[in-house]
């Protein structure tokens, strides 16, 4: 039995500027953010597609979106 995993393509980072108001939560249409039952807010980049909706709704601009240092590189073939 084998495991592929393959890195996400984009990353997800959230500042100190963060509030937990889960605006992100609500407006992420692919589950990426999560907020915990202990009011945390955790992130599942797999299904990140860099929409940028989560980072346009977040009222303190916390959110920025970028391309994964692991995601695998375009080439030429």
């Known amino acids: 039995m084998s495991i592929d995993f393959q890195y996400p393509e984009f990353e997800v980072e959230r500042s ?28 599942r980049p797999q299904g990140c597609v860099a929409c940028h909706r989560c980072a346009a709704f977040c009222p303190t601009g916390a ?3 970028g391309r994964s240092r692991h995601a695998s590189r375009a080439n030429a073939n």
Not at 16 to 37: A, F
């Open 16 to 43: 100190e500027d963060c509030v937990y108001c889960g605006r992100c939560v609500k407006e992420c249409p692919n589950g990426v953010h999560i907020l915990t039952e202990d009011k945390k807010l955790r992130t």
């Open 63 to 65: 959110i920025q979106i």
